[in-house]
C-alpha cells in the first residue's frame, strides 16, 4: 500500500476518534448534562482546517486520477466530493452553534445535539463508503506511475492534533481523547 493511502486510512482512524469523543459530549448534552464547547469547539477546528487544508483536497486528487483509471467510478467520487463541500458546510454551521452555546448560556440544546449528532453520523457515513467501496480500489488498480503523477498534486501537512508537533490549543483535547 502506498504512503498516501496509508495516511488516508490514519486520517480517517483519527477523525473517527474525535468523532466518536465528540458524539458522546452531544449524548451528555442530550441527557441533560453540560458539555465542554471549549473542547467541542477545538475538535471543529481539528475536523473542519485539518479536513479543508489536507485530507479532503488529496482524497480529491486521488478520486480524480482513479476515475481516470475507470471512468465507470465517476458518480460515486462526485457524490463523495460533494459530500466533502456539505461536510464543510455542515460543520461550518455546527462550529457556530458550539460558539454560540460556548458564549452564552441561552442556546437551544436540542437544536446543538441534533446538529452535532447529524455532523457525526453524516462524516462516519461518509468514511465508511470511501473505506468499503474507494480506497480499496485505489490500492487494487493504482500502480506506480499513478502514484507519480498525483504526487507534485499532494498536500503534505503534519497532524496538528495526532503529529509530533501539536499546537498548544490542541492540548487539552488530545489529553481527554487519551483518557477515552
Known sequence: MHAALDRLYLDHDNAARVLRWMGAEFDRLRAGNEADFQLIGDAMAYILDYAELFHHPNEDVIFKRLVARD??????????????????????????????????????????????????????????????????????????????????????MEDPLFGRSMPSRFQALRSRLHQR
Open 71 to 156: 471512468a465507470s467510478l465517476a458518480d460515486l467520487l462526485a457524490e463523495l466530493v460533494r459530500e466533502h463541500v456539505e461536510l464543510a458546510e455542515r460543520g461550518a454551521e455546527l462550529r457556530l452553534a458550539v460558539a454560540w452555546a460556548e458564549r452564552t448560556c441561552e442556546f437551544d440544546v436540542d437544536m446543538v445535539s441534533n446538529l452535532g449528532q447529524a455532523y457525526t453520523v453524516c462524516f462516519h457515513r461518509h468514511m465508511e463508503v470511501e473505506e468499503g467501496s474507494v480506497l480499496p480500489l485505489v490500492d487494487q488498480i493504482f500502480e506506480s506511475a499513478d502514484w507519480q503523477t498525483i504526487a507534485r498534486r499532494l498536500v503534505h
